[in-house]
């Protein structure tokens, strides 16, 4: 008879884990994709403008992803509905934190540090790095060593550029 020992259950940290590179890597495309898609206005700069949308635009999504945390987990956690969404909306934290680069370029613009072109540029400058540190970053979580982690953070790099390019296109 084989030795039926219990499987041991993934490290607590494992879901906060996956939750923040999830959420990182989305806020920094989410912010890349919404500020390069409003720098190609035909209108006046208005750096301001962009920041506030970047920001109601992340506050949206981490709103949105909440919820559908706590619709698609609810029977599995019970307890009320109510409870369950304002902790999956306060969970998506690093969402909105992801955004943060952004605000901070185009509030640069804003107070007159450079054009709003440039607080643009700069915000995906710093957030094309930022993608190379999250995909750095995963992959030396999965225990690769640091060239086929470099490798990785380089085409995750490359993958999230392509969707902000796809994205403010198609703006």
């Given at each position: 008879?084989?030795?039926?020992?219990?499987?041991?259950?993934?490290?607590?940290?494992?879901?906060?884990?996956?939750?923040?590179?999830?959420?990182?890597?989305?806020?920094?495309?989410?912010?890349?994709?919404t500020a390069s898609a409003l720098g190609h206005e035909s209108g006046?700069?208005?750096?301001?403008?962009?920041?506030?949308?970047?920001?109601?635009?992340?506050?949206?999504?981490?709103?949105?992803?909440?919820?559908?945390?706590?619709?698609?987990?609810?029977?599995?956690?019970?307890?009320?509905?109510?409870?369950?969404?304002?902790?999956?909306?306060?969970?998506?934290w690093p969402l909105l934190a992801a955004v943060v680069p952004t605000?901070?370029?185009?509030?640069?613009?804003?107070?007159?540090?450079?054009?709003?072109?440039?607080?643009?540029?700069?915000?995906?400058?710093?957030?094309?790095?930022?993608?190379?540190?999250?995909?750095?970053?995963?992959?030396?979580?999965?225990?690769?060593?640091?060239?086929?982690?470099?490798?990785?953070?380089?085409?995750?790099?490359?993958?999230?550029?392509?969707?902000?390019?796809?994205?403010?296109?198609?703006?």
């Amino acid at each position: 008879m084989a030795d039926s020992a219990p499987v041991p259950a993934p490290p607590l940290r494992a879901e906060p884990l996956q939750r923040l590179l999830f959420a990182g890597v989305y806020g920094t495309v989410l912010a890349s994709a919404t500020a390069s898609a409003l720098g190609h206005e035909s209108g006046p700069a208005d750096p301001g403008y962009d920041a506030l949308w970047v920001l109601l635009t992340a506050l949206a999504a981490a709103a949105a992803h909440g919820f559908a945390h706590a619709l698609a987990h609810r029977t599995a956690h019970g307890g009320t509905a109510t409870l369950s969404t304002v902790r999956s909306v306060v969970q998506e934290w690093p969402l909105l934190a992801a955004v943060v680069p952004t605000l901070a370029a185009l509030a640069g613009s804003y107070w007159g540090w450079w054009s709003e072109n440039g607080g643009i540029d700069a915000a995906l400058g710093i957030n094309t790095a930022a993608l190379f540190g999250w995909g750095l970053w995963s992959a030396r979580l999965a225990d690769r060593n640091w060239f086929a982690s470099c490798r990785a953070g380089a085409v995750d790099m490359l993958l999230g550029l392509l969707i902000v390019l796809a994205n403010a296109l198609s703006k």
